[in-house]
């Protein structure tokens, strides 16, 4: 269980660093929310 939720973490940390760096380098391109939810 200690994996799936480390598994959550990574995935929720990968999420944040996409959306930051979405929103730094590429901030108002139209394929900002393409990221979004990747499972």
Known sequence: MSSYFMFIVSAFF???F?????????YGKPHRHNLGIRV
């Open 14 to 16: 990968a999420e944040i």
């Open 18 to 26: 996409v959306h930051l760096s979405e929103s730094c380098l590429i």
